[in-house]
């Protein structure tokens, strides 16, 4: 997954250990888990469905577990008396440039419409800390002094071990469970935060032996990796133990199939003021601050039916709004990307 400095383990290791220091990379793990959703919901609203349905639901899937690792994240937060803390501007990321939480220096992030060239950031994003022989790329001979999020997750989880079951707040506090968000766990001790971690890790790695999670889905690199290959990876039939190869149904890509928006469209001096692209920027802007700070909301105690409903209506007007920017409508001359910037005050009609 995302590599990074081998200091993000400081306060994870040894006598330093306090639920302050674990709350404090699980802030910096929700901020990275962030910070790739803005860049695969970019490229995915660029994509028309219509010719490229295969790689749209591949990345939708991937987006959809981000999510849900920003909320496991933040119920174990919240299990060791911390608050997520995700509506304000410095949560948000600039692009073009590095993800949060000391991500090694040549990895810059662009919003940009789909291409084989943006999957390769998806992938060195998503790379394993162990790469498996069948997704071998010049990605697994990299030379590395850093860590990847799973081996960062891992430091977490051993981290909580030692803090042992006395560190986690009783009553329960703030938990997001399986009946507000699918596959959510409510975390109360030392085995229920190691469970969501454990999912976290997988969903993005796979196992040590295997390219899928837990629950038999591939893993994110692998299935950036399908896209790559054009095929899905499935079980080598016969096999035992299993091999997987990339032989499955086609995972076709079509050039024409997606749609011409600009990247980086937040780079100064951005859409000219007052054009029909800096509104439809603006509002989509607004949005998705309102997002962020319904999600602040649920991560931090009002996780009502109200609250999750709110979220989800937000979630579906920020993915119309992307949707009808990139595909030119109601101007099909004018296709407008999203800058995905913090802009928690409605814009002037």
Do not use: W
């Amino acid at each position: 997954m995302i590599r990074l400095q081998r200091s993000m383990l400081e306060g994870l290791t040894g006598p330093a250990i306090t639920p302050q220091t674990v709350c404090a990379s699980l802030q910096q793990a929700i901020e990275l888990e962030h910070a790739t959703i803005p860049p695969y919901l970019y490229a995915l609203y660029s994509l028309d469905t219509a010719k490229n349905a295969a790689i749209a639901q591949i990345i939708q899937s991937v987006v959809l577990e981000e999510m849900l690792h920003m909320t496991l994240s933040s119920n174990v937060m919240n299990a060791l008396g911390g608050s997520p803390d995700i509506d304000k501007p410095g949560f948000v990321p600039t692009y073009p440039g590095p993800l949060p939480g000391g991500v090694e220096a040549d990895l810059t992030v662009n919003l940009a419409p789909f291409s084989m060239t943006q999957l390769q950031t998806f992938l060195q994003i998503e790379s394993p800390a162990d790469p498996l022989v069948y997704k071998s790329t010049a990605m697994a001979e990299m030379v590395s002094k850093t860590i990847t999020i799973g081996e960062f997750y891992t430091a977490i989880s051993d981290a909580i071990g030692q803090l042992g079951d006395s560190a986690f707040v009783d009553p329960p506090r703030n938990q997001i469970g399986p009946e507000i968000m699918p596959g959510a766990i409510v975390v109360t001790d030392v085995a229920s935060a190691q469970q969501a971690i454990s999912v976290i890790i997988e969903q993005g790695e796979g196992t040590s032996t295997s390219p899928e999670d837990g629950n038999g889905e591939v893993a994110h690199y692998y299935r950036f990796m399908q896209i790559q290959k054009g095929h899905l990876l499935v079980p080598v039939p016969g096999s035992n133990p299993p091999t997987y190869a990339y032989t499955g149904a086609p995972v076709p890509f079509d050039p024409t199939g997606v749609y011409a928006v600009p990247t980086n469209p937040g780079v100064p001096p951005g859409y000219p003021i007052g054009s029909a692209q800096a509104f439809a920027n603006d509002n989509f802007n607004y949005t998705y601050a309102s997002l962020l700070i319904s999600l602040h909301a649920m991560f931090n105690g009002d996780n009502s039916q109200q609250q999750f409903n709110q979220a989800i209506g937000v979630m579906m007007s920020l993915k119309g709004q992307a949707k009808a920017m990139m595909a030119g409508i109601p101007n099909p001359a004018v296709l407008t990307g999203p800058s995905f910037q913090f802009q928690p005050v409605n814009p002037p009609s």
